[in-house]
């Protein structure tokens, strides 16, 4: 296993622990998180601890990638990895954040939506010999959600003390790019998953 792909595994391991931090009922065995107030605001430490997490993990996500290239290490199972482990991340963070209140259940819901439509896009075209490349609204959706999320987890400090939802801004705003790069996906490879057009 080479370097990028024990940072993709890495990313993984960190998915579990921020899943239990914020899921595990810690006051079950006498353990209580305490509440930190920052300027005004009051958070919550196993979400600072979980977005501290969060935000390392979706370091590696770049990282991971960068030196796969760079060193000629790209691999089928450092990409199978990679889709796993960035879906797990960003997925269960929408889903957590989502039961907790902190986001509206319809952004997990339209976000996993399209992840589907566009893996059988792209297992499609895989079955058919073709690489489905990732596009630029797909790259643009990433880093806003990812960006988003880590704000999300730290109250949308400092932003928040200005009363500006910078991190909802972006969440929104990945969202819609979502939807718009399943659309490219789909606009891009629609011979490959309908055929080709029959001439009369």
Sequence with gaps: MNTPNKLTFMRIIFTIIMIII???PFYSIGVEFPVIQVAGINMKLEYIIAGVIFLVASLTDFLDGYLARKNNQVTDL?????????????????????????????????????????????????????????????????????????????????????NIRVSDFLIYFATIMSVISMVEYFNLNKKLILGPKEEN
């Excluded at 209140?101 to 992840?115: A, E, L, M």
């Excluded at 896009?121 to 609204?137: D, F, L, N, R, T």
Aim: proline letters at 3%; hydrophobic letters at 60%; a positive charge.
């Design 22 to 24: 914020l899921i595990f």
């Design 78 to 162: 450092g990409k199978m990895l990679d889709a796993i482990a960035d879906k797990a991340l960003v997925n269960t963070a929408l889903i957590i954040l989502a039961y907790k209140g902190f986001i509206p259940v319809v952004v997990p819901v339209i976000i996993i939506f399209r992840d589907t439509i566009v893996d059988a896009i792209k297992m499609q075209a895989s079955s058919k010999g073709k690489v489905v490349a990732a596009i630029k609204s797909g790259k643009i959706k990433t880093a806003s959600m990812m960006t988003g999320l880590v704000l999300t987890f730290f109250y949308n400090l400092p932003f928040e003390i200005w």
